[in-house]
C-alpha cells in the first residue's frame, strides 16, 4: 500500500491571498468504494503525520478494527506543508525552479480542506459516512463540515478546537522561536533548523503529554541520582526521533497552520459557523489534555446542533486521542449504530 499523488494544475489562492501555482497531494485509498458510494471514511491526521493511517493508528484503522476496509472505503490525505508526498517548503517552487524553502506559504486548515475537494471530485466522492480526526486532523474536519455541510453524514472530531488558543499558540511560538534560533535556520539547505526542531519537539511534548504521564513512566528509581535523568534523556529522544522523519520546514509552517485556525473567520462568528454543521456529530475529548483543553470540547458541544461528548480519562494527555483505541472505537462504533443520534440532546458524559 503505497502513496498516490493527485495533482492539481491550476492557480489556488490561499486564505491569505497567495496564490499558489498549482500543489500535489500525497494521499492513500483502502478499501473499495461500493456501488452506492455510502461507504466512505474520511480520516485527517495531525502534525506530523502521513497519509497511511494504518501506520499511526493500528488500533482504530485497518481489518478487524473500528475503520475496517472490509467495510469502507478510507481516504487520507497529506497535508499541504507536509513532507509525505504532499507540496511543501521543500518541494519545487515551479515558478523559480527551486526549493520553496522559507518562502513558502503556509495553508490555513480551510485552504486544506479546499485543496482537498478536486480530490474529491477525482475519486468521484459526493457523500461521506463519517469524517474523524484528531488534533489538527479535527481541525480540518469542523472547517469542512462547516463548508460542506451536507457532505457528511457523520463526523468524529477528538480532542480538536474551534480556535487555536493563545495558550496553544504560545507552545507552537516557542516550538519556532527554536528553530529561528539554530544558526543553520536561514540556510537554504533541507537540513536547516534540524537541532532546533529537535529543542522544538521537547516543548511540543509536553504540552501532548502531561505531568502523570512524566510522573508515571519518566521517574527515577534511583533516589541517590544526581543525573542525567530518564525525563531528560526522553526529550532529547523524542527530538532525535522526529529529525530522523521530518524537516524543520514543514515543521515551521504546519504550526502557523494550526495556529490559523479560527472558524469564526469571514462567518460572522465562532458561533454561527459551529451552528452551520449539518452532520450527525459526535465529539471525543481527552481528560487531562494539557493543549486541547475540556473546556473548549464544552465550546463545541454546546454550540454544534445536536452534538454529543464523550470525555475520555487518559494519563497520556492529548496523545490519548492516538493510545485510547478501546475508548474511542466503542463511543464511535455506538455513535454509528443508534439512530439519527443528532435529534437527541446535547450529552456530556466521562467514559
Partial sequence: MSVQTFSFQAPFELESGYVIPGYQLGYHTIGQLNA????VVWVFHALTANSNPVDWWPGLVGNGHLIDPEKFFIICVNMPGSCY??????????????PW?????FFTPRDMIRAYRPLKNFLGIDKIKFGIGGSMGGQQLLEWAIEEPDLFEHIVPIATNAFHSPWGRAFN????????????????????????????????????RNPDTYNFYQADTDLNLLGPY???????????????RFN???YYCLSQSMDSHQVGRGRTGISAALKKIRAKTH?????GDL????????????NIPGALLHMIPSIYGHDGFLLEFDAISGIVLDFLQKENPSQRPSAYSVT
Fill in 248 to 250: 524543520a520546514f514543514s
Fill in 173 to 208: 511560538a516557542s516550538q519556532r522561536h527554536c528553530i529561528e534560533l539554530d544558526p543553520t535556520w536561514k540556510s537554504e539547505d533541507p537540513l536547516a533548523g534540524i537541532n532546533g526542531m529537535k529543542v522544538a519537539r521537547g516543548i511540543a511534548l509536553i504540552s501532548y
Fill in 85 to 98: 508526498g504532499s507540496t511543501g517548503p521543500l518541494s519545487i517552487n515551479p515558478v523559480t525552479g527551486t
Fill in 36 to 39: 452506492e458510494k455510502s461507504n
Fill in 283 to 287: 465529539l471525543i475529548g481527552i481528560t
Fill in 101 to 105: 524553502y522559507h518562502s513558502f506559504p
Fill in 230 to 244: 530518564k525525563s531528560e534523556s526522553y526529550q532529547a529522544y523524542q527530538g532525535e526521533k522526529l529529525a530522523a
Fill in 291 to 302: 493543549l486541547f483543553t475540556e473546556k473548549e470540547q464544552v465550546f463545541l458541544a454546546e
